[in-house]
């Protein structure tokens, strides 16, 4: 026996494991949460929607536990879905938290973690900071998204079920895999995406149709909102830094809530000659989130040394002060990188 073939039956033992240590938390507790880190995406609340079927299926009920955002870009997947707002004193037995190892990144609902009795963390980022104590992890940055995750790892039970909880599944991973692959464009669209996105296909889910929802929905406001953001543009250190921001009184002007947005940075990810990009969005007061992208820099190294985190080439963070304030301070840290290419 080869060795690969070793690692896989050392992988499909370790996922077995998991998902019977998983279900037997569920049969324990009297209450279940699914929740994903702040600024959710299509990922981590794409994910929770594909595991509140899951565990319906299996017979336990959840809710998804959200900041209070705008989840409207998701109607498409959200006929069966049960959500709350996250309210003080929320307490659940069973805690399972998706595309997020670090309680830094859920905010508030970091009262979750402490008020559960069990905690099941699901995540496919590179552990950082604050790293989550759980009963039980499966952390892989191998894989493109946590929905793939959650496929693979319940994968003999999505196969058993009725066709159109199989289809309803293969839809939520396929987006989740649109968005962490950026419509399959980034550089973790490798082979085993394609084969994966053959098997959801295969289970009902059809591509240019979920494209159309996900991709194609943007409002008139989200396009003013992006056309006055990419008219931000600005470039720094030679040219090989650009920034970009909206803030809060774009928004007020437009009457367009920024917590609904996909990120701006997508649409200029095609720049030539850039060594890294960095959107600044303002989501309340002097809070700005920053996307970080560069095909040359590790960016999840700057995120996760001011408390954020995600991959090497695509993380994000939380700045507070204003505008001026926070460019500074990344352009430093570019600066910095830059050098020591």
């Not at 992988?11 to 037997?24: C, V």
């Not at 970091?110 to 963390?121: G, I, K, P, Q, R």
């Not at 496929?151 to 895999?177: C, N, Q």
Request: with cysteine.
């Amino acid at each position: 026996m080869s060795w690969f073939s070793r690692l896989c039956i050392s992988r499909n033992d370790m996922k077995n494991s998991i998902r019977n240590e998983l279900f037997a938390l569920a049969h324990k507790a009297k209450s279940i949460a699914i929740t994903t880190h702040i600024h959710s995406d299509g990922d981590g609340m794409v994910a929770a929607f594909a595991l509140q079927e899951i565990l319906r299926i299996k017979g336990f009920a959840s809710t998804i536990i959200t900041d209070g955002e705008d989840l409207s870009r998701y109607s498409f997947l959200m006929d069966k879905a049960v959500h709350q707002p996250f309210a003080e004193g929320m307490q659940y037995e069973l805690l399972m938290v998706l595309d997020c190892n670090s309680r830094d990144r859920l905010g508030p609902r970091a009262a979750l973690v402490d008020a559960a009795e069990m905690l099941f963390v699901l995540d496919h980022h590179v552990p950082e900071h604050g790293v989550i104590s759980a009963d039980l992890q499966l952390i892989d940055p191998h894989y493109v998204s946590a929905g793939a995750m959650l496929f693979r790892l319940f994968e003999r039970d999505i196969m058993g079920f009725e066709p159109s909880a199989r289809k309803f599944i293969s839809e939520a991973v396929y987006v989740t895999i649109l968005n962490d692959t950026n419509n399959f464009s980034n550089a973790n669209t490798r082979a085993e995406v394609f084969q994966l996105c053959a098997c959801l296909a295969r289970q009902g889910a059809q591509p240019h149709l979920l494209h159309q929802a996900f991709l194609q929905n943007q409002s008139p406001q989200e396009m003013l909102y992006v056309g006055h953001s990419l008219a931000s543009i600005r470039l720094h250190l030679e040219d090989r830094v650009l920034f970009l921001h909206s803030d809060l009184a774009l928004a007020k002007d437009l009457n367009y809530d920024p917590a609904s947005a996909m990120s701006v940075s997508r649409y200029v990810q095609g720049v030539a000659n850039l060594s890294a990009l960095a959107y600044f969005q303002e989501v309340q007061q002097e809070v700005w989130k920053i996307s970080l992208r560069s095909l040359k820099l590790n960016v999840q190294e700057i995120a996760a040394s001011h408390g954020g985190g995600g991959h090497r080439k695509a993380s994000g963070l939380t700045l507070k002060g204003n505008l001026q304030e926070v460019q500074d301070i990344i352009l430093k840290e570019l600066s910095q990188a830059i050098k020591k290419l």
